[in-house]
């Protein structure tokens, strides 16, 4: 099993920056994948970005490519997300994910955290 914390949300106004952390451990070895999905009240979960564990490769959903930046930390087991320019549309609960298969990672991701809130205000 993959245990996923997720840190770092909060209340922010538009036009600021946040960094969100998720620490990964238990079997982190089978980890290939990690990234972020989030979701809104009232709106299904999206895909937000996703980064692969070895050579760093990152992917992002539209909505959110120049302003958020996925990163990892291999040796802490650790993956980030900077986001910059916030809008309020971006208010959701964000969620780290991981899995093993990279093809999975943008659409259903095996573990998931319990997720974390991110409000911005206008």
């Known amino acids: 099993q993959v245990q996923l914390v997720e840190s770092g949300g909060g209340l922010v106004q538009a036009g600021d920056s946040l960094r969100l952390s998720c620490a990964a451990s238990?079997?982190?070895?089978?980890?290939?994948?990690v990234g972020w999905f989030r979701q809104a009240p009232g709106k299904e979960r999206e895909f937000v970005a996703a980064i692969t564990w070895n050579l760093g490769i990152t992917n992002y959903a539209d909505s959110v490519k120049g302003r958020f930046t996925i990163s990892r930390e291999n040796a802490k087991n650790t993956v980030y997300l900077q986001m910059s320019s916030l809008k309020p549309e971006d208010t959701a609960v964000y969620y780290c994910?991981?899995?093993?298969?990279?093809?999975?990672?943008?659409?259903?991701?095996?573990?998931w955290g319990q997720g974390t809130q991110v409000t911005v205000s206008s």
């Open positions: 238990g079997r982190t070895l089978i980890i290939n994948v």
């Open positions: 994910t991981a899995d093993p298969v990279v093809l999975r990672s943008w659409t259903s991701p095996y573990y």
